[in-house]
């Protein structure tokens, strides 16, 4: 297969969801920190539906570095993660960097994790060095990422940083992966035979608002740990057993108690607490078994997990053709 003398060593993929009052300092270190670097690059906006601006800002920047921009547009707003895998597919370089454009991870920083990735890892995660995060995140990541680490045995020390770089040979890897719900480094994770992790700045955010509320981080890990283990089904089913026999032997007590020492009303407050208390269990046993049958319900839909509207980017013949299913437009250089 031949290779095009423009095929970037480099590609850095960073989402873009409602980021319009970021993208103009984003802009002004991405591409100087990249151009230091003194290696072919690239760089994939995906643009998750943004209702702001966004759009228009991206185009702009297009037209003004259309070498090395690309704009990767979703016809609607499918999630941080799956823009990132739509990223992936369009990118060519054979070393991937993932980036926030929120700036709260320093653009300088993707020379260090390029420079680890030369040294032979084919999977660069980052810690934050001290994070810029409200109190009540850091404390509620931190947790979560410890007991994420003890269900699916992923090790990802900072797993709400977006800050990454995976090989080739990982990206292509996901790239035929078809789950409807995934956790991108997770998943690279899972894929990669020499990973390793590096400490990186971290600032705080240069402009608008986070996109990650308490609910969507508990969400986030909600997919994290049925997407990449079985162990809250085992474990619920253990318990299921364990209870199980302590009933039997609640009820053997109390048939033993009625015969022997006639009927009484004395402790009927705490066997309704007990009973509630199973109840409460129950429920949340079949609220984890729906969370896996939601997900087999999202995967046997055969949907696509995203859909390009377009694609800008300078016309290149040697450019491989767009996967099925998926709408893409290829434009040269032009001003409007």
Same mark, same amino acid.
């Given at each position: ?25 984003l802009?002004?270190?991405l ?12 760089? +994939?906006f995906?643009?998750? %539906? ?6 228009? @800002? *991206? #185009?702009?920047?297009?037209?003004? $570095?259309? =070498?090395?921009?690309? +704009?990767?547009?979703?016809? %609607? ?6 823009? @990132? *895998? #739509?990223?992936?597919?369009a990118? $060519?370089? =054979? ?38 995060d409200?109190?009540?995140?850091t ?46 480094p ?7 035979r ?21 609910y969507?981080?508990?969400?986030l ?100 053709a767009?996967?099925?299913g ?11």
């Amino acid at each position: 297969m031949s290779v095009s003398p423009n095929q970037p060593e480099i590609s850095v993929v960073i989402p873009i969801y409602n980021e319009q009052a970021g993208l103009a300092a984003l802009f002004a270190r991405l591409y100087p920190a990249l151009d230091a670097l003194g290696a072919r690059y690239e760089i +994939v906006f995906v643009n998750d %539906g943004s209702r702001d601006n966004s759009v228009s @800002i *991206l #185009a702009e920047q297009f037209r003004k $570095r259309p =070498d090395v921009t690309r +704009v990767v547009l979703f016809n %609607g707003n499918y999630g941080q993660h799956m823009a @990132i *895998l #739509a990223g992936f597919e369009a990118a $060519r370089g =054979d070393i991937m960097v993932t980036l926030d454009a929120d700036l709260q991870n320093p653009p300088e920083e993707i020379g260090n994790l390029v420079a680890k990735m030369r040294e032979g890892y084919d999977y660069v995660g980052s810690i934050r060095r001290k994070r810029q995060d409200v109190a009540w995140r850091t404390y509620a990541s931190k947790a979560m990422n410890r007991l994420r680490e003890r269900i699916t045995n992923i090790k990802i020390t900072d797993q709400g940083n977006m800050l990454r770089a995976y090989g080739r040979n990982i990206v292509d890897l996901m790239n035929q992966c078809a789950e409807v719900n995934t956790f991108v480094p997770a998943l690279a994770y899972r894929f990669a035979r020499n990973p390793t992790e590096i400490v990186v700045e971290h600032e705080e955010r240069a402009a608008g608002e986070s996109k990650y509320s308490l609910y969507s981080l508990i969400r986030l890990n909600f997919d994290l740990v049925t997407g990449f283990s079985l162990v809250p089904l085992q474990f619920y089913s253990m318990m299921g057993m364990l209870m199980s026999l302590i009933s039997g032997l609640l009820v053997a007590v109390l048939v033993v108690r009625r015969l022997f020492l006639g009927a009484e009303a004395e402790g009927v407050f705490t066997l309704f607490a007990i009973t509630f208390f199973f109840m409460g269990v129950i429920l949340f046993g079949i609220g984890l078994l729906g969370e896996y049958v939601g997900r087999i319900f999202q995967q046997v839909r055969a949907r696509p997990r995203y859909v390009v509207q377009t694609i800008l980017q300078q016309k290149d013949e040697s450019q491989p053709a767009p996967p099925p299913g998926v709408e893409k437009r290829t434009v040269g250089r032009h001003h409007d």
